[in-house]
């Protein structure tokens, strides 16, 4: 479970703090989706690295499976954002000289205690449709199947968080439809918490609940 309370995120400028996020609060158990919407620049990016545990909110806390990662020190924290939460970003950022399989498992690499990963990888491949591209470089794949590369890597050690910025705003129309599709299908196997940041009301749509970040403030849209 993902609980958010009275979270703000402010930065210090010349010309006084600037607020981003204010008091934003969201709770998202296991199974359940959430969709993130607003203009470019509203702040939806840094809601997601709050809630990644990538970047500390000013003030409020952030749980997740009953653990606020901002009282771990920086090593404990950095081992428990890899173990417990995935994340898929606009750029798919794979290794462009490694293959796809080798890319789904970079996230092992820090982990040797974990068993079985090269048959997780494979398994994931083949859920995202992948198998036949599983030795073919980012460059020979096209930009929806570098993105499912991306979701297959994100889910490589099982997190019970997947947080995905824009996953589908570099791709065409048909690409981001098929992209979706398969975060809807994959987030009801695993049963992850899922957040999805987006300007598209299309891809809003698929999941359980929404909200709007306007004026720095998270808004439920019904």
Excluded: W
């Excluded at 709770?27 to 809601?47: D, F, H, Q």
């Amino acid at each position: 479970m993902l609980i958010a309370k009275g979270v703000s995120k402010s930065y210090t400028t010349a010309n006084g703090p600037l607020p981003i996020l204010a008091k934003a609060s969201i709770e998202v158990k296991r199974g359940e989706s959430v969709a993130v919407m607003g203009p470019s620049g509203c702040g939806k990016s840094t809601l997601l690295y709050l809630l990644g545990a990538l970047e500390p909110p000013t003030a409020g806390t952030i749980t997740i499976d009953g653990t606020d990662p901002y009282t771990l020190d920086e090593r404990a924290q950095a081992t428990f954002r890899g173990k417990h939460i995935g994340f898929v970003f606009q750029d798919h950022l794979l290794l462009p000289q490694l293959s796809a399989i080798e890319n789904v498992l970079v996230p092992t690499l820090v982990a040797p205690a974990d068993t079985g990963m090269n048959g997780r990888a494979d398994r994931l491949l083949d859920a995202v449709g992948l198998t036949p591209r599983r030795n073919h470089r980012p460059g020979e794949l096209s930009g929806g199947e570098r993105q499912r590369v991306a979701i297959a890597r994100a889910l490589i050690r099982s997190p019970s968080v997947l947080l995905c910025d824009e996953p589908t705003g570099n791709l065409d129309r048909t690409s981001a439809d098929a992209v979706t599709d398969l975060l809807v299908a994959l987030h009801r196997e695993q049963q992850t918490v899922l957040v999805v940041v987006t300007h598209s009301p299309a891809v809003a749509s698929r999941f359980d609940r929404r909200y709007e970040l306007r004026d720095a403030r998270l808004h439920p849209i019904a």
